[in-house]
């Protein structure tokens, strides 16, 4: 079901008798490049996009929280004073997680009703549990008429997918989700949190293909990516001072320490640095019309996360041979964490159409996967109102 405002009011009427007061909607996002660099304090470069959660809700005073989720046909109904983490990790983690972590944050928040709804799609790398998770942030913060940045925002919802559904993430999915503008893509320097906004080109589309294959964080291998960059991270820090993450590493200390680190933490770490110059020059690139070293950038970062950091997948690596191959694409690579999910494909706006139907006719061809090959376009972050 495709959710809006409206569709999602309607909804709140039947379940709760009664009208909304406040509402909320936040994108989902595309990384266009830098990835797995956020939690080495690195840079990456996504667009929040069309793609987004929607929730409406009205106020209560008697510390009693009822979320209605559409997607799940599910609700839940908590006493906010015996809110904590659940022992299962699902859908009421991530609904009920922000007014925690909200609250944590000290933020005034007396109870409410809610229904949410998101057309993220979920478990396809485009950040549905971050839209998520910022929708609602968007409702504690219109219920309670806080003035709060759409960083601060990022920060609390972060925390509720750290700390609520112990999802061991960076800050990328949720400032985007949070802070993304109309035609602009982020440049985020994640050990400072300053964003620098890089106008999209005209001409040109940012299209997702979804692999068929879902990929979950909690599985172990985003953490596991992690450790094996600290495990090497250890050796260089002792020889090297001033190092606090892979931000601070150059390719020649990096060489410096080949043979002293595990090879696996070599070459993790080989593409988190190379990732880091790969997203600045890109950002660079998109802001002067550099097109076609964007989607060489792209490219390369796609064999580096393949390689190197090993993250993706055999139908990943089909969709980006396959797009590649299709007239008008100029870059194409998986997005988000990996290990399925979507790709992402820059794309002439005249060529898009076609390109969308090729690449959907190859990939079943050559996998028997139906996938779906969406446009996006680069949208705002966390919108809120009363009604
Ligand atoms: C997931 C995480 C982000 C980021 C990407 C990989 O989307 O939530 O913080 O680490 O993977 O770039």
Redesign the pocket.
């Known amino acids: 079901m495709r959710h809006s405002l409206d569709s999602i009011t309607a909804i709140f009427k039947q379940v709760f008798a009664t009208n909304p007061t406040v509402w909320a909607d936040a994108g989902g996002r595309v990384?266009i490049i830098?990835?797995?660099?956020?939690?080495h304090d690195g840079f990456?470069l996504p667009t929040a996009i069309d793609l987004r959660s929607y929730a409406v809700a009205s106020g209560r005073d008697d510390g009693i929280l009822r979320i209605y989720a559409a997607d799940y046909d599910g609700s839940v109904q908590v006493a906010l004073d015996e809110l904590r983490p659940f022992q299962q990790i699902d859908w009421r983690s991530y609904t009920c997680g922000p007014f925690w972590s909200w609250l944590k944050a000290e933020h005034p928040f007396t109870g409410a009703d809610v229904v949410i709804g998101s057309n993220v799609p979920a478990g396809g790398?485009l950040?549905s549990s971050?839209s998520i998770e910022v929708t609602l942030l968007g409702i504690a913060k219109a219920l309670s008429n806080e003035i709060l940045s759409c960083l601060n925002i990022a920060i609390i919802a972060r925390a509720a997918e750290n700390l609520f559904c112990d999802?061991p993430?960076?800050?990328?999915?949720q400032m985007a989700s949070s802070c993304g503008q109309k035609h602009k893509a982020l440049l985020i320097d994640c050990r400072s949190l300053e964003t620098k906004l890089v106008t999209t080109p005209n001409d040109w589309v940012f299209v997702v293909a979804d692999s068929g294959v879902p990929r979950s964080?909690a599985t172990g291998e985003?953490a596991r990516r992690r450790s094996e960059c600290d495990a090497g991270m250890k050796t260089i820090t002792q020889l090297y001072k001033h190092v606090r993450a892979a931000r601070d590493v150059s390719m020649d200390m990096l060489n410096t320490v080949k043979g002293r680190i595990p090879e696996v933490s070599f070459r993790r770490l080989r593409h988190a640095i190379s990732e880091n110059e790969r997203t600045l020059t890109a950002a660079d690139a998109l802001k002067t019309g550099g097109i076609y070293l964007t989607g060489q950038l792209m490219q390369q970062s796609h064999e580096s996360l393949a390689k190197d950091y090993e993250v993706s997948c055999r139908e990943l690596d089909t969709l980006v041979e396959i797009a590649s191959g299709i007239k008008g694409c100029v870059g194409a690579r998986l997005t988000?964490?990996g290990f399925g999910g979507n790709t992402v494909n820059l794309v002439h706006k005249d060529a898009a159409n076609d390109f969308c139907s090729q690449l959907k006719t190859k990939y079943r061809e050559a996998t028997g996967i139906k996938t779906a090959v969406r446009i996006v376009r680069p949208s705002a972050g966390l919108q809120t109102g009363r009604f």
């Open positions: 990384n830098g990835e797995h660099t956020d939690y990456v790398g950040s971050a999802v993430c960076g800050i990328m999915d964080l985003y988000g964490a």
